[in-house]
């Protein structure tokens, strides 16, 4: 696709008839400025060398792609694997939050502030204003923060204060308020950082910019392994940051599939899982136009996976453009496809993956048995440590996975 990344968002936010910015007047004007900010600092040469500077000595970057032989061998086909979960703090997460706070550095501002469900993003953005020296808000439901305690203890290490919601259902919703609220009270001191590739424009552009690196890093290191580029490259999909990373360095090769993955849960009824570009239909939620699951109200509908990290009634814009374009192909995991592939990685490679990036091995290994000759590559967005006290106390050790 020609000019691919000038042409997408267009100038108004919108990938296809998705994105835009449906905000208060008071909230507009803000995602104004940090997009003029956005559009003239991250394109400065200072920008640029110093968040490459942060993504080798900090980050450990570039993460490498491994290849699963023993996975492999078993089910044909050959499986790769892109290692962010080898990502300072153990997920693709600090890849836009090393970026937005960065940003905020240079936009002059003194704080951070966002929402989060399971704590991975407040562990991730915690992490990035430890190391710029900036305040730290994160809100977060009183449900969660008794679910989530080890994150919680985290975010308090590195310095953030982690504020409770109590209204409502008191989980990531009523957070994503409180944030809001929170951030509109001080808009000048203070930045509020999205989660993924989610939100009302310019959000959905800069976390996928600041994704992008993992998708050029994997396309050069594919290349140098093999002499050739992969058949198919797979992510997961909550809001769908990790994927568009991946996407965004093969979205010119036209031969090479694109595969996205999103949580089937435990079945395809409202409340059972949260396949919104296979399942859901136009509507707005924070900010921004998407597929949305709803219900017969056309609100937004409940939403359930295994991993809380994909359970989110909305997609990412450019995903549901990429969609309807068909460039990119979007699949479905269980609940139980994401427990064997979490325990075959774990037991044939000796990597325990996140339950949310299990969804795409889950799907690279499908996908190897029907392809015995072909080659696929993971992004494997994080490890799985965070899940494996859950996983155990439901499900045991993996007994009963292996032939
Ligand atoms: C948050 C998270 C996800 C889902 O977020 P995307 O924006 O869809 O990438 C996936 N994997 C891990 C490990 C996460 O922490």
């Not at 003194?110 to 562990?123: L, N, P, W």
């Not at 002499?227 to 010119?252: H, K, Q, R, W, Y």
Request: charged share 25%.
């Amino acid at each position: 696709m020609k000019n691919y990344f000038k042409k997408f968002p267009d100038e108004n936010g919108y990938f296809g008839e998705y994105g835009g910015s449906f905000v208060p007047e008071i909230l507009a004007d803000e995602m104004k400025k940090i997009n003029d900010a956005y559009y003239s600092i991250s394109k400065s040469h200072e920008f640029i060398s110093e968040l490459r500077s942060i993504r080798k000595h900090f980050q450990g970057r570039p993460t490498p792609v491994f290849y699963c032989g023993r996975l492999s061998e078993k089910y044909g086909g050959r499986i790769y694997l892109k290692r962010e979960d080898l990502n300072h703090t153990g997920a693709h997460k600090l890849n836009h939050c090393m970026g937005e706070a960065l940003l905020a550095k240079y936009m002059g501002k003194k704080k951070v502030i966002a929402e989060t469900g399971a704590g991975q993003h407040g562990v991730a953005l915690a992490t990035a204003a430890a190391y710029f020296g900036l305040e730290c808000e994160i809100y977060m439901g009183e449900v969660d923060i008794a679910k989530e305690h080890p994150n919680v203890i985290r975010m308090q290490l590195l310095g953030a204060k982690v504020i409770p919601v109590t209204h409502g259902l008191k989980t990531l919703k009523e957070a994503v308020d409180a944030a809001f609220e929170a951030y509109l009270k001080d808009p000048v001191n203070s930045i509020y950082c999205i989660g993924s590739v989610v939100g009302p424009h310019p959000f959905p552009m800069m976390v996928r910019d600041f994704q992008h690196v993992v998708g050029i890093e994997a396309r050069e290191q594919f290349l140098e392994m093999t002499g050739e580029l992969p058949d198919a490259v797979t992510a997961c999909v909550g809001g769908g940051s990790n994927a568009m990373g991946i996407f965004a360095g093969f979205i010119n090769d036209e031969d090479v599939s694109l595969i996205g993955v999103e949580p089937s849960g435990r079945s395809l009824k409202m409340g059972d899982h949260a396949a919104s570009l296979s399942y859901g239909k136009s509507g707005i939620i924070h900010g921004f136009k998407t597929y949305l699951l709803q219900n017969e109200k056309g609100e937004p509908a409940p939403v359930y996976s295994i991993a809380s990290g994909l359970d989110y009634p909305g997609s990412g814009p450019e995903h549901c453009m990429l969609k309807d374009m068909g460039r990119v192909h979007y699949t479905v995991a269980t609940d139980k496809e994401c427990l064997e592939a979490f325990y075959k990685l774990s037991r044939y490679e000796g990597i325990i993956p996140a339950l949310e990036s299990s969804h795409a091995v889950a799907y690279a290994i499908k996908y190897a048995l029907e392809n015995k000759h072909k080659s696929i590559l993971v992004n494997l967005s994080g490890r799985g440590d965070k899940d494996i006290d859950f996983i155990v106390e439901n499900y045991g050790t993996g007994e009963g996975y292996f032939d």
